[in-house]
C-alpha cells in the first residue's frame, strides 16, 4: 500500500492524501493534555511533519512536542528521510534536538542535521525514563545559512516493550515449591541426579506492560509464548510458563528458552542442566576376592583427594546449543543501517576455510518493501558479504542491487508504521550450500515463489532457502569467533519492520569438543558390618569373613551434586575341607567319599602302614592297612592349608579256640573260650553267650565268636570216664621181676596225696603226683630193707569225691 500511495502522492502534490493536517514546528504542542491522535497517524502512513514549508527561516528556535495518546499508543517516533517523499536539508550550521520526553529538560537523545546524518535519521521515545511516550523537538537555525527543512514522519502507537526474562528451576518441587537450584541465578547450573525432574519455570518481568503502566499492550506471564529448546531432545513450544524435564541421560544439556510476548517480541535466556555422572568403581574391591575362612583381607575404596585408586568418575559434555539475537526494530527508511550482532566463541581460534562453513543465516523478519531494503552479514574481519540487496541508488549500504521498484513484502508485514508487527512472524534463511532457490532478488524480479500475507499483501515464500547475493567464499580467511553482525538498510521511508531474531549456524565439523563438567565425590563410607575389624572410617578396611560362602560389602559415594551411589564389593570365603567322621573299616580298607576341598588337598597318616590308592592327592581315595588298629587320618586343604583329620578303626580277627577234654561220669565242667581283644561277642550252640560255658555231659559245645567285622567258630567236644584209683598191694624192688616201683593207676584225680612208713609208723617217702611212685628208697634216697611197709593215700576225684586208701607193700630185694 504504501508505495502505491507515494505514486499518488507524485501527481496529486505532497500533501494531498493526509487524513491528518500537516503539523509544523510552528504548531501548538501536542503535549499530555493534547496528545496526538495514533489511529489518525497510523490510517495516514505519509509524511505528516515539515519546518514551515519552502526555505526555513533564518535565527529560528522553536520547540514543538509530540505526545502519544496513551490509549491509542504507548511511544511517538519520528523519521526524517530523503527520499519518496520525504525531504531532509538542514544546513550543517544549524541543528534539530530530540528530547526523550515533554519538554526540552527531558534527556537528550541526539542533534542532528545534513552533516551528521546526511540521509536522514529516526527516533523513538525511549522506555526507560519516559513514560509519557512523548518526543520534543527544538528546531535552531542561526543567520548564516539555511537549508530547506524537513518533510518528516511523525507516527505513534504501541512499541515493542522491553521486558527481562528469568528463569528459576525445581528439582523435587511441586508448581515451583522449593528452593530454586539453578546456580547462578537465571542462567547458571542446574545440577541434578540422573533420574530426577526438573521442573523449569519462566519467570518474566514486564515493567512496561499495559498492566504496570496503564498504557501500550497486555504483557503478561499467560498471554506470552514459550519455546522451550533441549540441546539434543528438542523443541518443545506451549503458552504454559514452565515445563518438566527429565533428562533421558547422564549428559549436559543446554537450555535455551525463547519467550514470545503480544507484539511478538522475542526475549531469550538460557540455562545448563547438568546430570550427575555414574562413578566407575573398577577399583573399588579386595586386595583378595577368595579368602581363607578366618582370615583377613582389605578391601579397597579411595576417593578422598590423596586416595582416588577406587573410583573414577567420567566427564558430561554437553551437546552444542543454537545462537539467536534479539528484536531489531526497522524503522521508516533513512538510509540509516540497523544492526544486530551475535557473539560467536568457543570455536577454539578457527577460520573459514569454505563457503560450506557457514551451513544457513536465518532472519525472523518483517519488511513492507523490498525494493529500497539492503540486508548484509559481516564477519569478525570486517569482511561483509551482501544477503540481500534490492536497492540500486547512490546512498546503498552495497554497491550495485536488483532495483528500487520491487514492491513485494518481507514476511507477514501489516503496512502500518509504527504499530505492532504482523503476526505470526516469518523465517528467510540463506545459504550457499544448502540454497533451494535463486537469491530474493532474482525471485522478486521473475515474480516467483511470490504468497500473499496473512494480511493480503504480496511476500517472499519462507518455505524456500535463498541464494545470498554475495558469495560466502568472501568470508574465507575470516576468524569464526567473535562479533557476527547483520545490518539493514532501508533507503526510503513510509515503511519499516522489525528483525525478530536471527541465527548463523556454522558446519558441525567445526565445533570443537562440546564443554565438560566433572563431577567430584564429596562423601563416602562403608555400610557397617560386623566382619568389619578395621578402617570403618577411612576409604580401606579390613574385613574377617566369619562363615564360609560369600560376603558383601557396599561402597557409599556422594558427588558433589548430592548424587549418592554404591557398588557392592563381594568376598567369597572358602569352607574348610570336610572329609569323613571317625569310622570303622572292614578287611583293613576303607573307601572315602564326600570330600570337598577348593583346591584338592593331601592326605597323611599317623602310622606308615596305612597307605593310600592310587595316591594320597587323591580326593576320595581308598585307605587301607595290612595291621588292624586305630588310626589317625588327616586332609590338609592346598587352597588354605587347613587340616582336618578323623580315626580310622580297623578290627582284627574275631578269632578263638575250645579245647576237647574228657569228663568223669557226673563232672562239670567249663569250657573257655580262647580270649582275644577284637572279639565282641560270643555265643555258644547252647544259647549261652560269653566266653564260657559250664556243661554236665559229654558232646560237641560250639563256640562263635564276633566283632564289627567278623566271626568264626571252633568244636569242644568232651566225653565221659570212670574218675577211680587202683593200688598194688605188693611190689617186688627186684629188677628181675620187673615190679620194681609202687604206683597206682588212676583216672580222674584232682588232687593227690601219697605218704609210705616203716612198720614203725616212720615216714620214709611222700609224694603227691598220682603219676608218680615210690622205688623203695628213703626220701634220702637210700633203698629201704626188705619188709612191710605201709602206704596212705588221699585223694579228690574231679567229680569231688575224696577217696582215702591204705594197705601196704612188700619189698623185696
Known amino acids: 500500500m504504501k508505495k502505491k500511495l507515494f505514486a499518488l502522492i507524485a501527481f496529486t502534490g505532497l500533501f494531498g492524501l493526509q487524513s491528518q493536517a500537516q503539523m509544523s514546528i510552528y504548531d501548538n504542542d501536542f503535549g499530555v493534555a493534547n ?51 520525504f525531504e531532509f536539508n538542514i544546513d550543517p550550521t544549524d541543528t534539530i534536538y530530540i528530547y526523550d520526553g515533554p519538554d526540552i529538560t527531558a534527556p ?17 521515545a525511549s522506555f526507560v525514563n519516559n513514560p509519557t511516550g512523548c518526543l520534543t523537538v527544538r528546531f535552531v537555525s542561526d543567520g548564516a545559512n539555511e537549508g530547506t527543512g524537513w518533510v518528516a514522519n511523525v507516527a505513534c502507537g504501541d512499541l515493542a516493550q522491553p521486558f527481562y526474562p528469568h528463569l528459576e528451576a525445581f528439582v523435587g518441587g511441586v508448581n515451583g515449591v522449593g528452593p530454586n537450584i539453578m546456580n547462578p541465578i537465571d542462567t547458571g547450573y542446574v545440577d541434578v541426579c540422573f533420574g530426577d525432574s526438573i521442573l523449569l519455570v519462566a519467570k518474566p518481568l514486564f515493567p512496561y506492560s499495559f498492566e504496570n503502566t496503564g498504557t501500550g499492550y497486555s504483557q503478561n506471564t499467560n498471554n506470552c509464548d514459550y519455546t522451550w529448546t533441549i540441546g539434543g531432545v528438542g523443541v518443545f513450544s506451549s503458552e504454559d510458563d514452565s515445563l518438566w524435564f527429565l533428562p533421558p541421560a547422564r549428559q549436559g544439556y543446554f537450555v535455551d528458552l525463547r519467550i514470545l510476548d503480544p507484539f511478538p517480541q522475542p526475549a531469550r535466556i538460557t540455562c545448563k542442566v547438568r546430570v550427575s555422572q555414574l562413578p566407575i568403581f573398577a577399583g573399588t574391591g579386595p586386595i583378595d576376592d577368595t579368602v581363607c575362612l578366618g582370615l583377613q583381607t582389605e578391601l579397597i575404596g579411595g576417593v578422598t583427594p590423596t586416595d582416588t585408586v577406587g573410583v573414577a568418575v567420567p566427564p558430561g559434555s554437553f551437546g552444542i546449543g543454537g545462537v539467536f539475537a534479539g528484536l531489531t526494530p526497522l524503522p521508516d527508511g533513512t538510509g540509516v543501517q540497523y544492526e544486530t550482532t551475535i557473539g560467536i566463541t568457543g570455536l577454539n581460534g578457527g577460520t573459514v576455510t569454505s563457503p560450506n562453513d557457514i551451513t544457513s543465516i536465518c532472519l525472523d523478519i518483517e519488511h513492507s518493501y523490498i525494493g529500497d531494503i539492503e540486508i548484509a552479514l559481516t564477519c569478525p574481519n570486517g569482511t561483509t558479504v551482501s544477503l540481500m540487496n534490492a536497492f540500486n541508488q547512490a546512498g546503498g549500504l552495497i554497491a550495485g542491487g536488483c532495483g528500487n521498484g520491487i514492491s513485494t513484502f518481507l514476511g507477514n508485514d501489516t503496512n502500518l508504521d509504527g504499530g505492532a508487527p504482523g503476526s505470526p512472524t516469518w523465517t528467510y534463511c540463506f545459504s550457499e550450500v544448502n540454497a533451494t532457490t535463486t537469491s530474493i532478488c532474482a525471485n522478486a524480479i521473475a515474480a516467483t515463489n511470490i504468497i500473499t500475507n496473512d494480511y493480503g499483501f504480496p511476500s517472499m515464500d519462507p518455505s524456500f532457502v535463498y541464494a545470498p547475493d554475495g558469495s560466502f567464499s568472501d568470508f574465507i580467511g575470516c576468524p569464526l569467533d567473535g562479533p557476527w553482525t547483520v545490518t539493514v538498510q532501508d533507503n526510503q521511508g513510509v515503511d519499516d519492520g522489525y528483525i525478530f531474531q536471527w541465527t548463523i549456524n556454522f558446519d558441525a565439523a567445526l565445533y570443537p569438543e562440546p564443554e565438560t563438567y566433572q563431577n567430584e565425590i564429596v562423601t563416602d563410607f562403608w555400610t557397617n558390618d560386623p566382619t568389619i575389624i578395621s578402617g570403618q572410617s577411612d576409604t580401606a578396611i579390613v574385613v574377617v569373613p566369619n562363615t564360609p560362602g560369600s560376603h558383601s560389602y557396599t561402597y557409599n ?77 588327616t586332609f590338609t586343604d592346598n587352597a588354605c592349608g587347613t587340616a582336618v583329620s578323623s580315626d580310622i578303626f580297623y578290627p582284627g580277627s574275631a578269632y578263638t579256640q575250645v579245647l576237647d577234654t574228657v569228663l568223669c561220669v557226673g563232672v562239670s565242667y567249663v569250657i573257655n573260650a580262647q580270649a582275644n581283644p577284637n572279639i565282641l561277642n560270643y555265643s555258644w550252640n547252647t544259647g549261652e553267650t560269653g566266653p564260657s560255658i559250664t556243661v554236665l555231659s559229654p558232646g560237641d559245645y560250639i563256640v562263635t565268636s564276633s566283632n564289627e567285622c567278623y566271626t568264626h567258630s571252633d568244636t569242644a567236644t568232651i566225653g565221659n570216664k570212670v574218675c577211680d584209683i587202683a593200688v598194688p598191694n605188693i611190689i617186688t624192688l627186684s629188677s628181675l621181676s620187673g615190679n620194681n616201683i609202687f604206683f597206682i593207676e588212676y583216672e580222674g584225680v584232682k588232687t593227690f596225696e601219697c605218704t609210705i612208713l616203716n612198720r614203725w609208723g616212720n615216714l620214709i617217702y611222700e609224694y603227691t603226683d598220682p603219676a608218680g611212685g615210690w622205688d623203695g628208697r628213703t626220701k634220702g634216697g637210700d633203698l629201704v630193707d626188705e619188709g612191710t611197709y605201709f602206704y596212705m593215700i588221699k585223694a579228690e576225684l574231679e567229680s569231688g569225691e575224696e577217696l582215702t586208701k591204705q594197705g601196704f607193700v612188700q619189698v623185696y630185694h
Do not use: R
Open 557 to 633: 559415594v556422594t558427588d558433589d551434586f548430592g548424587c549418592s551411589y554404591d557398588t557392592t564389593v563381594v568376598i567369597f570365603t572358602l569352607p574348610q575341607p570336610t572329609i569323613f567322621p571317625d569310622t570303622l573299616a572292614c578287611f583293613q580298607n576303607f573307601n572315602v567319599q564326600g570330600t570337598t576341598a577348593f583346591a584338592g588337598g593331601v592326605w597323611t597318616a599317623s602310622d606308615t602302614c596305612v597307605h593310600f590308592n592310587p595316591s594320597n592327592t587323591a580326593l576320595n581315595p581308598s585307605i587301607w592297612t595290612t595291621v588292624p588298629g586305630t588310626y589317625t587320618v
Open 35 to 85: 496528545p496526538l491522535n495514533c489511529d489518525s497517524l497510523a490510517v495516514a502512513s505519509t509524511t505528516n511533519f515539515v519546518d514551515m514549508g519552502g526555505n526555513y527561516l533564518p535565527n529560528t528556535d522553536e520547540t514543538i512536542t509530540f505526545c502519544p495518546n496513551l490509549t491509542m499508543g504507548s511511544k511517538v517516533s519520528i523519521t526524517f528521510a530523503t527520499n519518496i517523499g
Open 108 to 124: 537528550l537523545i541526539g542533534a542532528y542535521n545534513s552533516a551528521t546524518n546526511i540521509n536522514g535519521f529516526n527516533v523513538q
